[in-house]
């Protein structure tokens, strides 16, 4: 019987949380590997590991600030410093208008929803 997406998901997020220091390629080709996925597939796999650990990464630095006494504020101030270094204007300002329009679209979507 073929697993559905919610478990194979929660089978890979599990392993994944589990894998130690296992290089994440090589956890993600033995992933693949066990679940028979094509290429297409695998990208995304990929994208949404890396947005898994990208938001781990984040919610641990956050942690360990507020553990120093930094503020959200410059914990953000200072990620968004990080971010920007060594980019050219044009890609700071592509960079700030994501920011936000995300937030503008968060912020309207709490309106509509209350």
């Known amino acids: ?3 559905s997406f919610e478990d194979i998901l929660t089978s890979m997020l599990e392993a994944y949380e589990d894998k130690g220091e296992q290089p994440f390629g090589e956890f993600l080709d033995e992933q693949v590997e066990r679940q028979g996925f094509d290429e ?4 995304d796999m990929k994208k949404a590991l890396d947005l898994v650990d990208k938001l781990d990464g984040n919610y641990r630095g956050l942690q360990e ?3 120093r006494g ?3 504020r410059q914990w953000l101030e200072n990620s968004l410093e990080e971010i920007m270094e060594g980019r050219t204007d ?3 300002e592509m960079i700030m208008n994501g920011i936000i329009g995300k937030l503008e679209n ?3 979507s709490h309106i509509e929803n209350q």
Do not use: I, L
């Open 90 to 92: 044009e890609e700071k």
């Open 106 to 108: 968060q912020e309207s």
């Open 70 to 72: 930094v503020s959200r």
């Open 65 to 67: 600030a507020k553990k």
């Open 40 to 43: 297409e597939s695998k990208e």
């Open 1 to 3: 019987m073929p697993q």
